[in-house]
C-alpha cells in the first residue's frame, strides 16, 4: 500500500532564505507526483507536475526533483517571502489509469517578514 | 483561466439527510474526481469518473456515496443519509486527457453534519 510521508511537519524561516521541503512514498511505481499549496480554509493550488520519467520540473522560484527509485522528491524554493507562508502538499499518482492520487499530511510554511 | 467551480461553498445538514455537491470541472476535461479532507487530516481519494462511468472508489465510498454527471457541464457527489463523520472538506478536480496529467482541484465545499 502507497504511503506518502511529508517533512518537516511545520517550518518557519525568515525572509529571503531559501528552503526544501521533503516527500518520500514507499511504493516507487508511480506516473507522477504532484506539489500542491493550500491556504487555509481553501482549495489545492497546483504548483509543478512531475512525471516519473523526469528528473525535475522549474516554475518560477520553485524547483521540484524527482527520485523514484530512493522514493523521494523535493521542492526548493529560492528566497522565500511572506507571501509563500501556506501548506504544501505532495500526492503520488499510482501508476493506474485512474488517476488516484495519494496525499502526504503536507508541510506547513511559515515565512517571517 | 479556467477554473474548476464548485457549490455550495459551505452546506450545513442534518444527521441522515441527503446531500448533494456540485463541480463544474474545466470544460475540455474528460477525467472527474472527488476528494475530501477531514479537519487536520490528509487528503483523501473518494473516486475517480471517466466516461460516465466510475474508474476507481476508495472503501469510503460505499452505499452511502454516488457521482453523476447529468449534463455536459456539471459534476455531482451525492451523500445519503449523511452522518457526523461526513463532515469535511469535499474537492472536486478534473484532469484533461489521463491519469498521468496534471489534476486541478476546484475551492471545496464544506460540509458540517450537525
Known amino acids: 500500500k502507497q504511503e506518502v510521508t511529508q517533512i518537516p511537519a511545520a517550518l518557519s524561516v525568515p525572509e529571503g532564505e531559501n528552503l526544501v521541503l521533503n516527500c518520500s512514498f514507499t511504493d516507487s511505481a508511480i506516473y507522477n507526483l504532484q506539489w500542491f499549496r493550500q491556504d487555509p480554509g481553501k482549495g489545492l493550488t497546483s504548483l509543478l507536475l512531475?512525471?516519473?520519467?523526469?528528473r525535475e520540473q522549474t516554475s518560477g522560484r520553485l524547483n521540484a526533483s524527482l527520485d523514484k527509485s530512493s522514493g523521494r522528491s523535493t521542492l526548493y524554493i529560492a528566497a522565500s517571502q511572506p507571501g509563500d507562508s501556506a501548506t504544501y502538499l505532495c500526492a503520488v499518482n499510482k501508476a493506474s489509469n485512474t488517476g488516484k492520487l495519494i496525499f502526504g499530511q503536507g508541510t506547513t510554511l511559515q515565512v517571517k517578514p | 483561466e479556467p477554473e474548476v467551480t464548485q457549490t455550495p461553498s459551505h452546506q450545513v445538514t442534518q444527521m441522515g439527510q441527503e446531500v448533494i455537491l456540485r463541480c463544474v470541472p474545466i470544460?475540455?476535461?474528460?477525467?472527474f474526481y472527488w476528494y475530501r479532507q477531514i479537519l487536520g487530516q490528509k487528503v483523501e481519494f473518494l473516486v475517480s469518473f471517466y466516461n460516465n462511468e466510475i474508474s476507481e472508489k476508495s472503501e469510503i465510498f460505499d452505499d452511502q456515496f454516488s457521482v453523476e454527471r447529468p449534463d455536459g457541464s456539471n459534476f455531482t457527489l451525492k451523500i445519503r443519509s449523511t452522518k457526523l463523520e461526513d463532515s469535511a472538506m469535499y474537492f472536486c478536480?478534473?484532469?484533461?486527457?489521463?491519469?498521468?496529467?496534471?489534476?486541478?482541484f476546484g475551492p471545496g465545499t464544506r460540509l458540517t453534519v450537525t
Open positions: 470544460s475540455n476535461h474528460l477525467y
Open positions: 478536480a478534473s484532469s484533461e486527457e489521463g491519469s498521468w496529467t496534471e489534476q486541478y
Open positions: 512531475i512525471q516519473s520519467s523526469q
